[in-house]
């Protein structure tokens, strides 16, 4: 087997195709390896070349790695998250703990479903959710911002699961709702944590142990994570009783089982997504802040552990509002009564 033009000794995988390592310049980085067979990576230039074995897995992150690809002597694309330009996005820099991540992403990027409102099916592309939430200053919903932040964690060297879950949160008695949320489960250094910072107003601010536990209290917000069979179940206290938000397996989701379900809920016309707005912020106080017509009306809600209070909102208003409450200008309600850009 020849060398590579990298100089670089070839590995030993016993696939057709080899795949060679050689110095770059790469800090932080998720490479997408669908198709390949091994990695040889180098912690340091030239220094302790390690083949890495991939079969079965969609992706390996590695932390000030540097690396290359080349293939067949033409060097290969390699697909980098830029951790620092998302640390820049919620207001961070150099390498902070999991735990401010969390919060700082929750209080910086709004939840919104603009897109599947306009008619627009959403990509869970790695590079498409950078573009679009880190480059763009947009927001998204679940399955695009849990799954920004396990670009993020996995750049800073986490290992991420992903769990689909049925929302509950307010549903009528008896209902069973599609799995149409998404979940983190998130292990570094020795700890397993429950994170999520893509389901609106009832988003937890912080994170949680993986599994029963609590409760947890979040600027004046109390949640706990309880077992009911094989599911883990969230709760949150509302007033006096405790409400659950969403439910889970234990087994995490394939990502084809989270395409098919973000699918439907940015395509299908019943799905509230599509067919209806929702905007929401969690400021640094811990408040909720939503623009939405789910209830039927346009209503601007905002809610602390107090209480709660509804203002019903002139469309006319909207491009404003999103603009200067919620960091989305671009967008007004338009003659069909939908929102739509402003062109």
Known sequence: MEACLCGVPPCTCTSDETYHAAPGDFRGLQLKISDIDCVRTALEPHHEWRQTATQGRRSLSFRNVNVYFCHCRRWERCTVFDIDAYLARIGLSGRPSLAEIHR????????????????????????????????????????????????????????????????????????????AHLVLGVRSEGMTWHADVGFGGGTPLELMPFGPGGPYEQSGWLFRIVEEGPELVLQRLDGVSWGDVYSFSKVPSPFVDIETSNWFVSTNPSSPFVSGLIIGRRPSDGSVEILSDWSGALLLTRETVEGMTKTAVDPRQVAQILETSFGLPGFQIGSEGRIARIE
Do not use: M
């Open 104 to 179: 700082s992403h929750v209080h910086a990027i709004p939840f919104e479903n603009l897109d599947p409102s306009c008619g627009r099916a959403v990509s869970l592309d790695v590079d498409h959710l950078a573009q679009k939430i880190v480059h763009g200053r947009r927001g998204g919903y679940c399955f695009e911002q849990n799954l920004l932040l396990k670009a993020a964690y996995e750049a800073l060297g986490a290992e991420v699961e992903t769990y689909l879950a049925r929302v509950r949160w307010r549903a009528p008695a008896g209902a069973i709702r599609p799995r």
